[in-house]
């Protein structure tokens, strides 16, 4: 088992910068890909990015390639998504998730999630 904490949301103009963080625990947490996948308003979750369990392998979704990027810290068992150039299409609850798999981009492969954190974009 996983519990996951998502932070560090909040509202930002277009163009600024946000750092989301996910605070785990768990006896297994090092050993699982951590995913941020987010939700907008009348939107199916859909994937940002994610990390494989040792923080070698990174994996992002097209829109969000060279604008976001997630980092692990095993030693505090907490994971980032440090956002910038954030349009307000970026608008959506982003949730943090973790799950053995190799189908890093679907969330119906990720069986622990935590509870949200909004991030609105205004123009």
């Known amino acids: 088992q996983v519990q996951l904490v998502e932070s560090g949301g909040g509202l930002v103009q277009a163009g600024g910068s946000l750092r989301l963080s996910c605070a785990a625990s768990?006896?297994?947490?090092?050993?699982?890909?951590m995913g941020w996948f987010r939700q907008a308003p009348g939107k199916e979750r859909e994937f940002v990015a994610a990390?494989?369990?040792?923080?070698?392998?990174?994996y992002y979704a097209d829109s969000e390639k060279g604008r976001f990027t997630i980092s692990k810290d095993n030693t505090k068992n907490t994971v980032y998504l440090q956002m910038s150039s954030l349009k307000p299409e970026d608008t959506a609850v982003y949730y943090c998730?973790?799950?053995?798999?190799?189908?890093?981009?679907?969330?119906?492969?990720?069986?622990?999630w935590g509870q949200g954190t909004q991030v609105t974009v205004s123009s």
């Open positions: 990390i494989s369990w040792s923080g070698r392998r990174t």
């Open positions: 768990g006896s297994t947490y090092n050993s699982y890909v």
């Open positions: 998730a973790a799950a053995f798999t190799t189908t890093i981009r679907a969330a119906g492969e990720y069986p622990f």
